[in-house]
């Protein structure tokens, strides 16, 4: 049988995808990490499947969860939050399913940093503002950052930076970012994104940490600091320019009319 890592997305339920709702319907297991995903989506599952909240579990255990269940002949939905290609720990889960031969399959959801971007209504990559976009976290209590990762070092890119994990400890992004981005620098923090108690604070550099402690924000957010959050003067994207030769540019799509 096979294990699914399914992205569930960032909290609201019908931002599951299709393929991860019809994966989820046809799991007589689900693992689920209960404080973050929604447990509306858990409705999804079939009737009779067993569901294992992983919120105090540990790897080993997770791991044997799912093995147990590969050997019972059940295919397995692990719901991650978000999307599993970022900050999921599903490597570590990958990586023990390759040693003990059990198949699996990715099915991606949406980030958070991407349902944080629509809550704010922005594009992140702006046309002659930034092109690139880092997504990152910073290291205190939990697993270190690699060489060359830390903030100074990322800042002097000058890239819209997504930090997530990292609201408790604003006040050190703020004095890390700020000699490279300056203090009227735009930022937001975006919390609990797509949910209905969604909280969005919009600013500057200058005043973002203030705004974070006030509202008592300390979990389920992102920090984004970058110039194209308030851009609005900016050369148009050449994709759509009048100047541009389109024909013969794309292979039409099979069955779809030709103008």
Known sequence: MTVYFIGAGPGAADLITVRGARTLAACRVCLYAGSLVPRELLAECPPDARLVDTAQLNLDEITAELIRAHEAGDDVARLHSGDPSVFSAVAEQMRRLDAAGVPYEIVPGVPAFAAAAAALKRELTVPTVG?????????????AMPEGEDLATLGRSGALIVLHLATRYVDRVVEELEPYYGSDCPAAVVAMASRPDELILRG???????????AGVLRTAVIMVGRTLGASQFGDSHLYSAERERRGFCAPVPGAPVA
């Open 131 to 143: 092109q690139t976009v880092i997504l990152t976290r910073i290291a205190n209590r939990a697993t």
């Open 204 to 214: 500057t550099l200058a005043d973002i940490a203030d705004q974070v402690k006030a």
